[in-house]
């Protein structure tokens, strides 16, 4: 017997279904997960979405997924199957989660943590060029201002 491993199915419905028919369409999704004897870990029910770009025409649509855990690879393609055939879906997926979620959270902090350790040393880098240039200016202007004192007491 296989490993369960865990899965995600989402899909946009359009919006153009009456609202009627909407919980039912979605039901039928979590019965074919039950069917195959997979243990629903999360889920959210179709929620208005506006979309990034028109996907056959529509603006907005219905989005709606659910988490699931399984070892049956035919509840997959049945998914897949069962999307294709209802018009209704303007798209839909079926995403393998991983194992350890926790790899990808820490390779992700980890750059985080590089790049903000980075931009503090930017930040370092340029305050102390800053306190160089304030310094150099001042020199300068006093360098600048004994002149013209000399200037002064010279045409006296």
Not at 6 to 13: L, P
Not at 115 to 143: L, Y
Request: proline share 3%; aromatic share 6%; charged share 35%.
């Amino acid at each position: 017997m296989e490993e369960s491993r865990t899965y995600e199915f989402a899909c946009h419905i359009t919006t153009k279904l009456d609202e009627s028919k909407v919980p039912a369409l979605w039901g039928e999704v979590q019965a074919i997960i039950q069917k195959h004897g997979a243990e629903v870990l999360s889920a959210q029910a179709p929620a208005p979405k506006r979309l990034s770009y028109e996907i056959r025409k529509e603006k907005q649509s219905l989005f709606a997924w659910i988490q699931f855990s399984t070892d049956n690879s035919d509840l997959l393609s049945e998914l897949d199957e069962w999307a294709r055939l209802h018009p209704e879906i303007l798209r839909h997926i079926v995403l393998k989660l991983e194992h350890e979620s926790d790899a990808r959270a820490k390779k992700q902090a980890e750059h985080l943590e590089r790049r903000a350790s980075r931009q503090a040393q930017e930040v370092s880098k340029q305050s102390v060029d800053r306190q160089k240039i304030a310094v150099e200016k001042k020199a300068e202007d006093s360098g600048k201002l004994e002149e013209q004192l000399e200037d002064i007491l010279g045409n006296i």
